[in-house]
């Protein structure tokens, strides 16, 4: 079991930045992947970053691409969101989710993929 817990959330304007934590802990001695999602009211959850840890592959959404940084820390027990420049088009719920393991190459931007969740973290974005 991997347990998860998002902080960081928090009410920004237009053009500012936030930076999301997500603590992994549990069976963590296992390579896996750990991406971000976010979930507006009314849409679906959709993928925003990924990467695997350890490691250096990371993948991106094309709407985050250049604003959005997905980093971990050395050991992997913290994995970062760096959000900069947010419109308001980036309001919404932000999960932490992680693989059971990681077969190699580039992490998965689906849901499905991701077995563990954590409880989100609230970005609210106005002009």
């Known amino acids: 079991q991997v347990q998860l817990l998002e902080s960081g959330g928090d009410s920004v304007e237009t053009g500012g930045s936030l930076r999301l934590s997500c603590a992994v802990s549990?069976?963590?001695?296992?390579?896996?992947?750990v991406g971000w999602f976010r979930q507006a009211p009314g849409k679906e959850r959709e993928a925003v970053a990924a990467?695997?840890?350890?490691?250096?592959?990371?993948n991106y959404a094309t709407s985050v691409k250049g604003r959005f940084t997905i980093s971990q820390d050395y050991a992997g027990d913290n994995v970062y969101l760096q959000l900069n420049d947010l419109k308001s088009e980036d309001t919404a719920m932000y999960y932490c989710?992680?693989?059971?393991?990681?077969?190699?190459?580039?992490?998965?931007?689906?849901?499905?993929?991701?077995?563990?969740w954590g409880q989100g973290t609230q970005v609210a974005v106005s002009s």
């Open positions: 989710a992680a693989t059971r393991g990681y077969g190699g190459g580039r992490c998965s931007m689906v849901t499905w993929a991701y077995i563990y």
């Open positions: 549990g069976n963590t001695d296992h390579n896996r992947c």
């Open positions: 990467r695997s840890t350890p490691g250096d592959s990371a």
